[in-house]
Every structure is written in structure tokens, then in C-alpha cells.
């Protein structure tokens, strides 16, 4: 079942669906709703560009990891204002003296939300407003499809700190060649939604006014096929990868045959 996106934020449109703020809500920023077929994560701290601490990191990734537990077969990712998501924010958080300290506090959850992207069986849709910045362009990236507005853009500001963006580069760099992604890196020069695209950080560009229908359509084709079909797809991607050419071949037919054995007849 497709869902209508205004302003930002998915409007449920039928009886079936859970509404924002009862028991799918994770937290008053980290929301979340779902139906049947799909689960709905939204980012709604618009005021602070959708900036996220510690804790809303953790909020995230546990999101995620809900989502993927759910029956549901695709899992959407949207935010609430006129961006994305501006980074990280650094308020908050556990006082971290040691690199010990450093890791587990501040490291270790924004890891744990890639982990969850990743390891979560369905596709995960995200769509993309406005600015996506440091933290907020790597999770733009690291989900499996990603729709940006015309007007979306893309940065890795962290060098500027001299911080060297190492976890958004672990995020992207399955998905971004190596000498754009550094390009990005070291020059932290601001892209387009035409370049992401060109850069594989997106998957499409539409119309700012489109963006909603877009993901609708595409997560509506996708409620349509199979969970274990949608799961074997988003599996091969990740591992086929990293394999030699017949490996590959190989672990593609063995996925096949299970996902045609497992077809109800």
C-alpha cells in the first residue's frame, strides 16, 4: 500500500495504520509507523535541521533494527523541514576522556546505524530535501535506494575540523568510486543532486514536488513482490560484491533456487 508524504512528513491513510505518537513511535524526534508491508522511519527535528546526537543516533539505528525484526518488506526513511539531515550533533553525549571512552560513546552508535542499514533484509528507501550533510550524506548513501529533490545537496564537511571523515567514507565507499569520494573528502566542496547521482550517492532526481509521489510509487511496485525475492536481491548486493566473478555467479544461482523453491505454486 502506498503512503502520501506532505510536507515532509507520511500521513497513514487508512484504519490499518499505526499513527505518529502512539506505540510505533520510538522517541518525540525518531518516529515510526507501519503497516502490512511497510515500515516508516521519520527524522522529525526540522528546527535543528534534523541534526542528530548521540542518543538520536541510538534512537536511529534501533529503529532500524525494529524494522527489520517487523513482517514488513520495505523499510522508508524520510525527515521532517527543509533538510535532510545537517550532521551530527555534537551536544549531549557521555563525557568521552579516553579514546576507550571515545569509541563506545560517540563511534560506536554512529557505526551501529550503518550496521543496522546494512544488515536490515529489506530495501531501505530514503528520500532526500534539502541539504545532507557530514553524517546526513553518508546516510543518504548508505541506504539501498535513494530518491533526492532537484534542489537536494551533498557535503562532507568534516576536514574543516580537521576530523577526518573515516566513518562516512566506511558508509559510502561500496557505493562511491574512490577518487570522487576523496575528491569530497578533501575538498569539502558542496554537490548537486545531479552530481550525487552521477557520484552513485543517489539513485534518482525529481522534481522537489515529486518527491513524495516518487517514493510512493516505488515503495508501492516494491510491497508488491515478495519478501524473500526483495530480501534475496538487497542480500547479493551486499555480499556479491566483495567476490571473484564466478563466486559470484555461483552464490547468485544458489540465491535463486531458494528464493524459486520457497515460491508459493
Not at 515529486?210 to 517514493?215: D, F, P, R
Request: hydrophobic letters at 45%; glycine letters at 8%.
Amino acid at each position: 500500500m502506498a503512503h502520501s508524504v506532505v510536507s515532509g512528513r507520511q500521513r497513514p491513510r487508512d484504519k490499518g495504520d499505526k499513527q505518529w505518537g502512539m506505540e510505533g513511535t520510538m522517541s518525540e524526534i525518531i518516529k515510526t509507523a507501519q503497516t502490512a508491508d511497510v515500515a516508516t522511519i521519520v527524522i522529525d527535528r526540522g528546527d535543528a535541521g534534523n541534526m542528530l546526537t548521540v542518543d538520536l543516533l541510538r534512537d536511529l539505528s534501533a529503529a532500524f533494527r525494529r524494522a527489520a525484526a517487523s513482517e514488513a518488506k520495505v523499510i522508508v526513511l524520510h525527515s521532517v523541514g527543509a533538510d535532510f539531515c545537517r550532521g551530527r550533533d555534537p551536544q549531549g553525549g557521555k563525557p568521552s576522556p579516553t579514546a576507550v571512552a571515545m569509541r563506545e560513546n560517540v563511534i560506536a552508535p554512529i557505526l551501529d546505524v550503518y550496521d543496522a542499514i546494512a544488515g536490515a533484509p529489506q530495501p531501505i528507501v530514503c528520500t532526500v530535501q534539502g541539504a545532507a550533510l557530514g553524517f546526513g550524506c553518508a546516510l543518504a548513501t548508505a541506504c539501498d535506494i535513494t530518491i533526492a529533490a532537484e534542489g537536494a545537496r551533498f557535503r562532507l564537511p568534516e576536514m574543516e575540523k580537521d576530523l577526518p571523515p573515516t566513518l562516512a567514507i566506511s558508509a559510502m565507499m561500496g557505493r562511491v568510486p574512490r577518487k570522487a569520494l576523496t575528491w569530497l573528502v578533501y575538498s569539502m566542496d558542496e554537490i548537486d543532486a545531479d552530481t550525487a547521482l552521477r557520484l552513485g550517492i543517489v539513485s534518482r532526481v525529481v522534481p522537489a514536488a515529486e518527491l513524495g509521489g516518487a517514493s510512493d510509487r516505488l515503495v508501492a511496485a516494491l510491497a508488491e513482490r515478495s519478501r524473500t525475492a526483495l530480501a534475496a536481491v538487497k542480500e547479493y548486493l551486499r555480499v556479491a560484491i566483495a567476490m571473484e566473478p564466478r563466486g559470484a555467479a555461483d552464490y547468485g544461482a544458489s540465491l535463486l533456487a531458494a528464493v524459486l523453491s520457497s515460491a508459493k505454486r
